[in-house]
């Protein structure tokens, strides 16, 4: 064991890792999973689709397109393409009686074409459904004056999942990790399944909120359980490994998609698994309470039988469990906390929340290549965690997807924007799962869970915003959203820099030692290291000074 980890009162006794945490871990592994299917499902539910004013009296078959009942509108042509744009106001229809048409055709060109200026509001839409039957967007008519509802409902959600993060942070600081835990999966489940029993709007965005607060409670207090536990550099495995799985059920969506290609049919296909950890969180002894946050809660004897019987499971000799208390630094740490959570969730969410529009090409060949890249961006995290630490490799990888991101207006290729995006998602999704195991390592045990909760409130703030930013904003100025995505994520690239590594350091349990820790380490990493070596010289030559002395004594 690292000398680092030598006063860890819980890794003393139990190792950076086993049998018992691999046990512990394993009954947790797929949170990352369940919550990103819920978070991720509204890019199938809720999708950009065509639609067409298909009036009533025409009696036309579902899906059957129509492509003469509104107005065109003359957007002229673009000066830099040469390209005339030339599209219709499907929220408008020709003021026509349509039921003469149906009964006589051939009059349908005369009469549109003699009442080309006369129209009223489309009350009644049909839609491409060669890919879904049935959406959110088709069965609540989410266009023209209901679009807003589109970009409301995922704010609300996201709304949702910040509540929920600060919440449960609260909550489990205070009743535990995993009864808090447990509360979550069983919420996640219920309400993930009745949402597809929605009659409106309003209630399917009610649910969803519902469905936002149990399920980032789940990840967040399951993923700090998991953390709590590890040392060494199996905090970076288990860290990161936790996240993976939201790869997998991201990529794993075009294929449920297919299997249940209706929007109720596909949620409750991605509610119902929670059973599994349900389940497996409810078995007696499989998984105790975190032993850190009983500790820090005075129940000693409770932690004592849990260390007692992870440490014979492991193979170690038993100790008795101490806590330390030292001294002040925390807040500058913590802001910018709140600033890398924000800046990773604006960008991670207005660029896949926005897939179908900011980035090019087909949807689903895009999640798919986007889930494989977030997978590789996860691995490669783990090995630059390990090697290049904390703080510098946070920095690297915002730094190269805040600047592919904001090049791509000044590339003129398709394949080329497309190239851009991706790599700039890919870094993103690497500091997103980056700064989850920074914030968990810097934050003391005391308050880890709000500490994490707090920061993924702010992680909400960026995700509610991102609609607008991607979808709203993009329609006024295309380059906008990429613009913005990049900027913020270079200046959270310099902010990192005055953060403290903790690689290798023991959890800080304490307030004071959070503080202490935070104000030794923090600040701007290259003074800081200059710092260090001009102090570790110093020390030289006063080792230097009192060893010469002592040798001349000696002659």
Not at 83 to 105: A, R
Not at 192 to 212: D, E, K, N
Not at 462 to 489: M, Q, T
Not at 526 to 542: F, G, T
Request: proline share 4%.
């Amino acid at each position: 064991m690292s000398q680092k980890f030598e006063n860890d009162p819980i890794l003393k006794r139990i190792g950076n890792f086993g049998k018992w945490q691999a046990r512990t871990v394993g009954a947790f592994s797929l949170i990352g999973f369940f919550f990103g299917w819920q978070m991720l499902a509204v890019t199938v539910i809720v999708p950009e689709v065509d639609y067409w004013c298909s009036p009533a009296q025409l009696q036309l078959e579902v899906g059957e397109k129509v492509n003469w009942t509104s107005p065109k509108i003359d957007y002229g042509t673009d000066k830099h393409s040469g390209i005339h744009h030339l599209h219709q106001d499907h929220c408008k229809v020709f003021d026509v009686d349509y039921s003469e048409i149906v009964d006589n055709p051939k009059i349908r060109i005369r009469k549109v074409k003699s009442l080309q200026n006369a129209t009223r509001a489309c009350k009644r839409w049909d839609y491409e459904r060669s890919t879904w039957p049935e959406t959110v967007v088709s069965q609540f008519d989410l266009v023209c004056d209901k679009e807003y509802w589109r970009s409301l409902s995922q704010s609300i959600y996201m709304f949702g999942v910040m509540v929920g993060s600060i919440g449960s942070g609260l909550l489990s600081d205070k009743f535990g990790r995993k009864r808090v835990t447990l509360i979550a999966a069983v919420g996640t489940m219920i309400f993930g399944v009745s949402v597809a029993f929605s009659t409106s709007m309003m209630i399917f965005t009610l649910l969803r909120w519902c469905v936002a607060v149990c399920s980032v409670s789940m990840f967040t207090c399951g993923y700090v359980y998991c953390m709590e536990i590890v040392g060494g550099n199996w905090g970076t495995y288990i860290g990161i490994g936790l996240e993976i799985p939201w790869s997998f059920a991201y990529m794993l969506i075009p294929l449920v998609s297919w299997i249940f290609p209706a929007w109720n049919q596909f949620t409750i296909a991605v509610s119902i698994p929670v059973i599994l950890m349900i389940i497996l969180l409810s078995i007696p002894g499989m998984v105790p309470e975190s032993p850190r946050w009983l500790l820090i809660q005075g129940r000693i004897d409770d932690a004592d039988k849990i260390l007692n019987r992870a440490s014979k499971m492991n193979g170690k000799n038993i100790e008795k469990t101490k806590i330390s208390t030292e001294k002040p630094g925390l807040r500058r740490s913590t802001l910018i906390m709140y600033y890398l959570f924000f800046t990773n969730s604006f960008v991670y969410y207005g660029l896949t929340l926005n897939s179908g529009s900011l980035i090019p090409g087909d949807l689903h060949i895009n999640i798919i290549v986007s889930a494989i890249l977030e997978i590789l961006a996860n691995v490669l995290t783990i090995f630059s965690f390990i090697y290049a630490g904390r703080r510098l490799s946070v920095c690297i990888s915002m730094f190269i997807g805040g600047f592919c991101l904001i090049i791509i207006p000044a590339v003129s290729a398709t394949i080329g924007k497309t190239i851009l995006a991706q790599i700039g998602r890919f870094t993103i999704t690497g500091s997103f799962s980056m700064v989850f195991v920074y914030a968990v390592e810097i934050f003391p045990t005391v308050v880890r869970n709000v500490g994490l909760g707090s920061s993924s409130m702010f992680a909400r703030i960026g995700s509610i915003i991102a609609p607008y930013i991607g979808r709203e904003c993009g329609k006024l100025f295309p380059a906008a959203p990429v613009l913005i995505f990049g900027a913020s994520s270079l200046l959270a690239s310099l902010l990192v820099l005055f953060l403290p590594e903790t690689r290798n350091n023991t959890l800080p349990d304490t307030i004071e030692e959070g503080e202490l820790f935070n104000a030794d380490n923090g600040g701007f990493a290259l003074c800081k290291k200059k710092n260090m070596l001009e102090q570790e010289e110093a020390l030289k030559e006063e080792k230097l000074d009192e060893e010469v002395p002592s040798a001349n004594q000696k002659t």
